[in-house]
């Protein structure tokens, strides 16, 4: 599952080299190629003259990204914004498509987001008029061995975000699964916006589960729910500390499907708020909460990977485990310090001594049922135990008890 920056707010176009030098050292090595920082939903709404040619503008940087590692494995074509006033560019922004895939084949991406036509589209137009525009950008992107992505998106009612085109979870799914049919081949699929379906308040793993093997990437974004911006997940935390976002949706609909797409991670109004003499603690944390969502997402892979099983734990967490996977990965045990719980049994599994660690084989995985994991991982280690040691989270499980244990 590969994880994918957005560069914009962190890469300036016009002066690259120091982003690009904060992101590299920071763990990303993965970038949206974005050709719509060269010709912006802005610049195309004040829009007087044909825009320069894209690929010439876009060459240089790409060029630049390569000399220093960074893989473009997803772009993003141009687009307008949700509100736009302009309803005589479907025709220039088909060609910029075209420029944009073009650039794709040189960059080596595997995947493009073309947003669906909508500007001047009356209801019930909108299929004939996408389908006309995705088939004539097909035989391109089967040159450039790229896919093409539809994306949801917001539509813009007076000032209020309300669900656009794509964001209904069935259509898009027919849109993507027709024009594949009628291109003969799997070269259209599904890029699914978090921060659009928070604002169109959807239900996550309904959409995702609707969508399916359909979604080839994920673009993870907060907002507040009401206004179009991309700040990093969780920093858009309500009253009482909870994000506004639906995350339990999300990761439970991907680790449904075994989601092993892309996670692109947009959080550029955030970035560009920081000073640039932060924005390397930001990137760091930034690729922390990428890794924090591939691990989450990929939890039951996790567990497929290991013959046999120990737990450290006899609380909540263990419990939990045992709800939702002791019947698929049955541990051997698990083991508690606290000394009162030594011989007894929970939740079929008999309690034993952190000691007793000691006596397992190389390939047993220890998987640490506690929140306190970094603590307990260096007690373990300090005890000489070699074993691979793994933490379990249950914040995203696929069920959970809802009552607590109290232990003391």
């Known amino acids: 599952m590969d994880i994918i920056c957005v560069p914009s707010g962190v890469i ?104 669906p036509l909508f500007s001047g589209l009356t209801k019930g137009e909108e299929w004939e008029a996408n389908r006309e525009f995705y088939l004539k950008l097909a035989p391109a992107a089967r040159e450039a061995h790229v896919m093409i992505l539809l994306e949801n998106q917001c539509r813009d009612v007076n000032g209020h975000l309300v669900r656009g085109i794509c964001s209904d979870a069935q259509k898009a799914a027919s849109w993507v699964d027709r024009l594949n049919e009628e291109v003969g081949e799997e070269r259209f699929g599904f890029c699914m916006d978090v921060g659009t379906c928070s604002l169109c308040g959807q239900n ?37 500390g909870q994000s506004g976002t ?20 947009n959080f550029t109004d955030m970035a560009v708020s920081f000073s640039p003499l932060l924005r390397r603690p930001l990137l760091k944390l930034a690729r922390a909460t990428a890794e924090y969502f591939r691990w989450q997402i990929r939890m039951e892979l996790l567990l497929k990977k290991y013959k046999s099983i120990v737990l450290f734990g006899a609380g909540n967490m263990c419990r939990n485990y045992i709800k939702c996977y002791g019947g698929r990965y049955q541990p051997l045990f698990t083991c508690d310090n606290n000394q009162e719980l030594w011989g007894t049994r929970f939740c079929g599994l008999e309690v034993r001594s952190p000691e007793r660690l000691k006596e397992l084989p190389k390939d047993c995985v220890i998987l640490i049922c506690n929140i306190y994991y970094r603590e307990i991982e260096q007690q373990l280690r300090g005890m000489g135990i070699e074993n691979r040691i793994e933490f379990f989270n249950d914040e995203y499980m696929p069920s959970f008890y809802f009552d607590r244990l109290e232990r003391r």
């Not at 206004?227 to 920093?235: C, G, K, Q, T």
């Not at 995350?247 to 991670?265: A, F, P, S, T, V």
Request: net charge positive; hydrophobic share 40%.
């Open 204 to 240: 996550m793993q309904s959409f995702v589960r609707v969508l399916d093997s359909r979604i080839k990437a994920v673009v993870l974004r907060e907002n507040d729910g009401q206004r179009e911006m991309s700040v990093l997940p969780f920093a858009c935390a309500v009253p009482g």
């Open 12 to 115: 300036s176009t016009a002066h690259p080299t120091q982003g690009i030098l904060d992101l590299t050292a920071t763990g990303f090595d993965n970038i949206v190629f974005d050709l719509a920082a060269f010709c912006s939903p802005w610049e195309l709404e004040g829009l007087k003259k044909e825009p320069s040619e894209l690929c010439h503008r876009a060459g240089a940087l790409s060029e630049q990204y390569r000399k220093a590692g960074l893989r473009m494995l997803c772009a993003r074509s141009p687009y307008l914004l949700s509100d736009t006033k302009r309803q005589d560019l479907n025709g220039l922004l088909l060609r910029l498509a075209y420029e944009s895939i073009r650039a794709c084949k040189e960059a080596g991406c595997k995947n493009i987001v073309v947003r």
């Open 246 to 265: 639906d995350w339990l949706g999300l990761i439970r609909g991907l680790r449904e499907i075994n989601y092993d797409g892309q996670l692109i991670l």
